[in-house]
């Protein structure tokens, strides 16, 4: 029988407050490691600002917004190995910026262009999952494939609150569990299934305890707190690759932002909640971080950061919208007879 593990309820933190919580450090991490760290925050938090302002232009689609997950991405990432899989939600839909994906491919997801999708063996990033938890058994899938490659890479799904509620993520933690797949099970608690809360979503005293019921290790950590991630997710790496299994991380945040352009959150959200969440916001809570250490910070970070997503959108807008017959090209092996008048009326014919 697999042994039982009592998942942790305390969060892990590293950042302290300036004041009485007092900072920690991250064995092991240079001071280049923490510039690096803050570079991905910056081009995370620049691509999700300059992503809003896009779409209230009306050059990309719907988009939800990932303001104040920028810790959770950033600092997961970081304990990776570039042959490492990652799988991400919507919400981490510029994830890939941090392998090298240039911007204007995921601007082009959020456009609705062919080109928005990519090859994922290319970036070892799969396709950006909109079906909640779908991803999780791929993801379970592919690690497994790997163990059984003997190959040493591991793969990371990240999720949501609400996924935790949902058929796959079961299948897909029991999968991984069961065959000892290397899996990081990441989750961002963000407290909100767009406007269900976190107290509808389960009667968990943590999420984190739902790794005891698969029998593997889980950790909680503050989601705004971007070493004290990169620190759990080092530790779950590190498990996985030395064939220990998977490990479910709870990061614990609070939305601060509204679940998509498309939402009103004052509709449902504790207003005062978000203000004190916004003012105590991951990128900046780092940079007090960093400026106690007395560790300056490159203004030239930020200006790059713009100048990516200036190129980014100006290379999306250059290319030719797509031919509307990849609509139907794909949809049935014979096609339907009605396709060719309804491809001539998506044409304006
Ligand atoms: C299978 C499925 N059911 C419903 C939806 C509609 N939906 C989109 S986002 C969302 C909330 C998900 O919340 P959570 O898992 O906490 O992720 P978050 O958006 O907070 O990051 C829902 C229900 C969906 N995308 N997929
Ligand atoms: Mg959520």
Redesign the pocket.
């Known amino acids: 029988m697999a042994q039982v593990l009592p998942a942790e309820r305390d969060l892990r933190r590293v950042i302290g407050d300036g004041d009485a919580v007092p900072d920690g450090e991250v064995d092991g991490l240079t001071e280049q490691d923490l510039l690096e760290l803050y570079r991905s925050l910056v081009l995370l938090r620049t691509y999700d600002e300059r992503s809003v302002v896009y779409h209230r232009q009306g050059r990309i689609g719907t988009y ?1 917004i990932f303001w104040n997950h920028e810790a959770m991405q950033a600092g997961s990432v970081y304990a990776l190995e570039d042959e490492d899989w990652i799988f991400p ?3 981490e839909s510029a994830i890939a910026l941090l392998r090298g994906m240039p911007a204007s491919v995921i601007l082009q997801w959020w456009r609705g262009h062919p080109s928005g999708w990519w090859n994922p063996a290319d970036y070892n990033v799969a396709a950006i999952c ?5 991803h999780v058994p791929h993801a379970a899938g592919l690690a497994w494939g790997k163990k059984l490659r003997g190959e040493s890479a591991v793969a990371i799904a990240y ?5 935790t509620s ?1 058929g796959a993520f079961h299948e897909g933690a029991n999968f991984a569990a069961v065959t000892g797949a290397p899996l990081v099970l990441f989750c ?1 608690n ?1 407290q ?3 406007s ?1 809360p976190i107290t509808a979503q389960t009667r968990a005293k943590a999420l984190v305890d739902k790794a005891v019921g698969y029998g593997i290790p889980g950790i909680r950590v503050d989601g705004g707190d971007v070493l004290a991630v990169y620190e759990a997710t080092r530790e779950a790496v590190a498990r996985a690759r030395t064939g220990g299994g998977p490990t479910m991380i709870e990061a614990v945040t609070y ?1 601060a932002a509204p ?1 998509a352009t498309a939402d009103d959150p004052s509709a449902y959200i504790d207003l005062a909640r978000v203000e004190e969440e916004t003012r105590n916001e991951c990128v900046g809570r780092y940079e007090r971080y960093l400026e106690r250490l007395g560790i300056a910070v490159d203004p030239q970070i930020k200006v790059k950061a713009q100048e990516t997503m200036r190129r980014g959108i100006a290379e999306a807008e250059a290319e030719p919208p797509a031919d509307m017959s990849l609509v139907f090209d794909h949809a049935h092996v014979e096609p339907l007879p009605s396709f060719e008048s309804e491809l001539r009326e998506l044409r304006g014919g």
Do not use: K, L, Q
């Not at 909109?130 to 779908?134: K, R, S």
């Open positions: 939800a939600s919507y919400r909109v079906p909640i938890a779908t999720f949501g609150d609400g996924a949902e961002n963000n909100w299934a767009i269900t939305r679940h």
